[in-house]
């Protein structure tokens, strides 16, 4: 059976990921978020770091997209395709942090948050025979 994914998924993960991650990365260990400098630096820091990850992710998200599109018009399983998109954006944040920061931590962040995202936000489908909306893992 062909599937018919609805695209929410996409922006799901995709926010999701951005915005757990540079939680995440924000409140790691290492930056200290509720130092001196109070809570203001912190969401300073947050809305920047948010801001410079959207960038950088955009051709990771490219990828995704294109292979989104791909498995719209197969009949895969869609927990295949779930692992398939999850393993997509690991490689895209690997890819793109080896190419700019070059940082380990943040690399593991987001990857974490990337695995966190991708598989609490479920893939809605469309049956094409009763129209009825579907969810599933």
């Given at each position: 059976?062909?599937?018919?994914?609805?695209?929410?998924?996409?922006?799901?993960?995709?926010?999701?990921?951005?915005?757990?991650?540079?939680?995440l990365?924000?409140?790691?260990?290492?930056?200290?978020?509720?130092?001196?400098?109070?809570?203001?630096?912190?969401?300073?820091?947050?809305?920047?770091?948010?801001?410079?990850?959207?960038?950088?992710?955009?051709?990771?998200?490219?990828?995704?997209?294109?292979?989104?599109?791909?498995?719209?018009?197969?009949?895969?399983?869609?927990?295949?395709?779930?692992?398939?998109?999850?393993?997509?954006?690991?490689?895209?944040?690997?890819?793109?942090?080896?190419?700019?920061v070059?940082?380990?931590?943040?690399?593991?962040y987001?990857?974490?948050?990337?695995?966190?995202?991708?598989?609490?936000?479920?893939?809605?489908?469309?049956?094409?025979?009763?129209?009825?909306h579907?969810?599933l893992?």
């Open positions: 059976m062909l599937h018919s994914l609805k695209w929410s998924y996409i922006f799901k993960h995709w926010i999701g990921t951005l915005l757990l991650g540079t939680t990365l924000t409140i790691s260990p290492g930056s200290n978020p509720l130092n001196s400098s109070g809570i203001g630096t912190t969401m300073l820091f947050l809305i920047l770091w948010f801001w410079y990850s959207s960038l950088y992710s955009i051709p990771t998200l490219a990828c995704y997209i294109l292979a989104f599109c791909w498995f719209k018009n197969n009949t895969l399983n869609v927990n295949w395709i779930k692992m398939t998109l999850i393993l997509i954006t690991l490689a895209g944040i690997t890819m793109t942090v080896g190419l700019t070059q940082s380990i931590e943040s690399a593991i987001y990857s974490i948050a990337a695995i966190i995202t991708g598989i609490l936000f479920k893939i809605e489908l469309l049956s094409t025979c009763s129209k009825n579907t969810t893992d």
